[in-house]
């Protein structure tokens, strides 16, 4: 985006227009008809509101009725910028008043509607800039920023495909082991079968608890409430300790190669001995003959896992290992740019991944599932939720505007372990696309990752507590790669903020004291 790009050449135009006395459903109707988010309300030529679907859905959430006139929902005098404003000044009105919309003025007339999203789309850091040396300042939530530079790997949103290394990671996903692809991430290169052998066997030993370590993962499992990524982030914590990793900034690439290493091979033995602990169970221990993945399974669940359970569950934590500067890989980097050691950016990420906007959304897509209970009741259920505002789990992605491949292949590793929740599943997912089509016209919301992660990792045996946890286990490959890249060519990550506080510096009261 050029500083000098003016809002007529961002917004959208002719804008789609409403006037005060049409009923919620017409506006609704002219909205979806052209799919975008908000009218202009005029009153001959006169602006005198901005009206969004997002007023029509609360109202409607609140029970109004359709056929009610639009005029208590619409903001009335909206801010208006001139269509020859430069973009940046448009900018900083969507930031200052957190505005989604605003109606576009040329001689007096409106003459288009610019939105947030227009901005965002084309924001580019540098040329937002302002003259001179004030920061730099960058879309809400980092939208379409680069903030660093990565060989591991990369997402393409709009062509729904994503890779590790350069190879589609679906077909990394379809055709090789998790020890392969691992390789592939923290080594730089797909291994042949020496390497391989030899990698396998590093990996077995690096399994081996640190001395100290066992005796402490009981009581933590015991605290209650027990979340088993709390407790797993704890007993990684501990772990890194007792192992004496050195700061990054300290240690050899080598040091920080092994540990990675350890961190992705203790991950699965740390959870599974926390989980069964728990339950008073006693732990597993892994099994050489049998590969991550099955071997993650089987220290959960104590029973040998199906060929077909092993892979299913290999093929997503494969799918799930990296994902491009996604927020927990995000934050790993950002610990490790200060140079703390391999542990604490592991336990930073994970903290990250535990929100559900990221990586707590799989048992609650299946919670969903649960709450439809039959096909029948899919498509009032979903509505309802949608039509309150809220967010069907699984759906929707920060970049993936098309179909998430992930979810694409998810599918049919679903399907092809079987069982009525597959089926059940996909037609609910059927019923929630076309809902959202319906309701959030012009979003481009599909299926993500999390919506047939659940259906695949309960057939496989997988408790939905450990859902979250499980994709912590892959992706704890993507996040110790990523460490390795920003200790190899670090600076510390040090952004600023715009402070939009009292304008300093202030007085303090009159009289006030220390207390
Ligand atoms: N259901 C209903 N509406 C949705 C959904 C959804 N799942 N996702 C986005 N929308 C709507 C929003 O309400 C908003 O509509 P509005 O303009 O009328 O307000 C519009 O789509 C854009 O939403 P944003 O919040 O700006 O989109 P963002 O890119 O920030 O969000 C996110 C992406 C957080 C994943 C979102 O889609 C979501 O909350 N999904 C549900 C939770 C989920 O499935 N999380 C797992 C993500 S996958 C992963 O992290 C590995």
């Not at 540990?259 to 732990?283: D, I, S, W």
């Not at 998430?404 to 599943?425: C, I, K, M, N, Y």
């Not at 696309?433 to 979003?443: A, Q, T």
């Amino acid at each position: 985006m050029s500083s000098k790009m003016q809002v007529r050449e961002l917004m959208h135009q002719p804008p789609v227009l409403a006037h005060p006395g049409m009923s919620v459903s017409d506006v609704a109707q002219v909205l979806d008809a052209n799919k975008v988010g908000a009218a202009i309300v005029l009153t001959g030529d006169r602006i005198v509101g901005i009206i969004s679907e997002r007023d029509l859905l609360r109202a409607l959430g609140r029970g109004m009725d359709p056929a009610a006139s639009i005029e208590s929902l619409l903001t009335s005098d909206p801010v208006t910028v001139p269509a020859d404003s430069p973009v940046a000044e448009a900018l900083d009105l969507f930031r200052t008043h957190h505005f989604r919309h605003l109606p576009v003025v040329a001689d007096g007339r409106a003459v288009g509607m610019l939105s947030i999203r227009h901005v965002v789309r084309v924001a580019h850091i540098e040329e937002v800039r302002p003259a001179g040396s004030a920061p730099t300042v960058a879309p809400p939530g980092l939208e379409g920023v680069a903030v660093a530079e990565t060989a591991i790997g990369d997402v393409r949103g709009e062509e729904g495909f994503f890779h590790y290394r350069g190879y589609d990671a679906t077909e990394l996903a379809r055709t090789c082991s998790f020890e392969q692809v691992w390789h592939l991430l923290l080594l730089g290169s797909l291994p042949d079968p020496d390497q391989l052998r030899a990698f396998r066997q590093r990996a077995a030993r690096a399994r081996e608890l640190p001395a100290g370590v066992a005796e402490l993962l009981t009581p933590i499992a015991q605290v209650d409430p027990y979340v088993p990524l709390d407790a797993l982030r704890t007993a990684l914590s501990l772990a890194a300790s007792a192992l004496g990793l050195r700061p990054t900034l300290d240690a050899t690439a080598p040091e920080i190669e092994e540990a990675a290493l350890r961190m992705v091979a203790l991950t699965p033995v740390l959870l599974t001995h926390q989980f069964r602990a728990h339950r008073g169970e006693v732990a597993v221990a892994p099994d050489p003959d049998l590969g991550f993945a099955g071997s993650y399974l089987q220290m959960l669940t104590g029973v040998h896992p199906t060929a077909e359970a092993a892979r299913a569950v290999e093929q997503y934590l494969i799918l799930t290992m990296d994902h491009g500067f996604n927020a927990s890989t995000f934050t790993a980097r950002v610990v490790a740019s200060t140079g703390a050691d391999m542990g604490a950016a592991v336990v930073g990420a994970i903290g990250a991944l535990s929100g559900p906007l990221h990586g707590g959304a799989p048992s609650r897509a299946l919670d969903t599932l649960d709450a439809i209970g039959t096909p029948e009741r899919a498509e009032e259920y979903l509505r309802d939720k949608v039509v309150a505002g809220e967010r069907l789990m699984g759906f929707g992605h920060r970049v993936y505007k098309t179909d998430d491949p992930r979810s694409t292949l998810l599918r049919e590793v679903a399907l092809q372990l079987g069982g009525a929740q597959a089926a059940f599943a996909q037609t609910v997912e059927q019923t929630a696309l076309h809902v959202l089509h319906e309701l959030k016209p012009g979003r481009r919301l599909y299926t993500n990752v999390e919506f047939y992660a659940g259906v695949v990792m309960n057939t496989a045996g997988i408790p939905r507590e450990m859902f979250t946890p499980t994709f912590a286990v892959s992706r704890m490959a993507g996040w110790t790669a990523a460490i390795c890249e920003q200790a190899a060519h670090n600076r510390l990550i040090r952004p600023s903020a715009v402070y939009v506080g009292p304008a300093a510096p202030r007085p303090l009261p009159a009289g006030y004291q220390y207390a």
